[in-house]
């Protein structure tokens, strides 16, 4: 089945700098990339997806970045604030199988 | 978010007891989701539903039961509960298939002595 590897599993930035996570993952006919944020001890929110036939996709400050080839995807999100401090998953989906990353969790110090 | 609600939100049970966890959605969503969500494994999916009465496994099925005998919801049993089945329990739904764009329940935290 499918692997999702995420890095970096903690990830602390300066308010207003940049915070990118990226994720590989194994199974060439996964075809749907999602993200989600989690606050401390709330439920996984969707927040950005990106399917196998674009790119890039942006959403004001956060964008995802697929590269078929290389089986990677990246999110990004620029100017950060405090309240983007949560854990972030990805997601690689096929066949109905949906696989997540383990987590990245994000700090943004003020 | 009043679409998609779990009871309860925590549980302690014993070991070899049954539990049930609830999952309750609002939006006529075909696709239903249980996941368990454990430290350094992110979200691994238990059982999914793409319509009443549909039912098969995800990753990891061994121990856990469900059914869906109406579209809005979809409960989860532990037959004979187990300390390796501590953790926290998200219902999922959504109108795609596969779990692509879906909404969560807020969490059953689940510990079992």
């Known amino acids: 089945g499918e692997n999702v590897e995420q890095h970096p599993s903690t990830l602390s930035v300066q308010e207003g700098d940049s915070a990118v996570i990226k994720c590989t993952y194994s199974d060439s006919a996964s075809n749907y990339f999602p993200w989600y944020k989690q606050e401390l001890g709330k439920r996984p929110q969707l927040i950005i997806d990106i399917r196998s036939n674009v790119g890039e996709k942006k959403d004001q400050r956060i964008a995802v970045t697929l590269n078929k080839t290389a089986k990677h995807f990246s999110l990004h999100i620029t100017e950060t604030q405090p309240e983007d401090s949560a854990v972030y998953f990805c997601?690689?989906?096929?066949?109905?199988?949906?696989?997540f990353g383990a987590g990245t969790r994000l700090t943004v110090k003020p | 978010d009043a679409g998609i609600t779990q009871s309860p939100r925590y549980k302690i049970t014993e070991t070899g007891r049954q539990v049930t966890l609830m999952c309750h959605q609002t939006w006529s969503h075909s696709y239903m989701f249980w996941y368990r969500q454990d430290l350094g494994h992110g979200l691994r999916l238990i059982y999914y539903s793409a319509a009443a009465d549909i039912t098969d496994k995800g990753e990891v099925p061994d121990g856990y039961v469900v059914s869906r005998s109406k579209t809005e919801n979809f409960p989860l049993t532990l037959e004979s509960a187990t300390r390796s089945q501590t953790s926290v329990y998200f219902c999922a739904s959504s109108e795609q298939p596969g779990g692509t764009e879906a909404f969560f329940g807020q969490g059953t935290r689940l510990t079992v002595v």
């Open positions: 997601a690689a989906y096929n066949n109905n199988d949906m696989r």
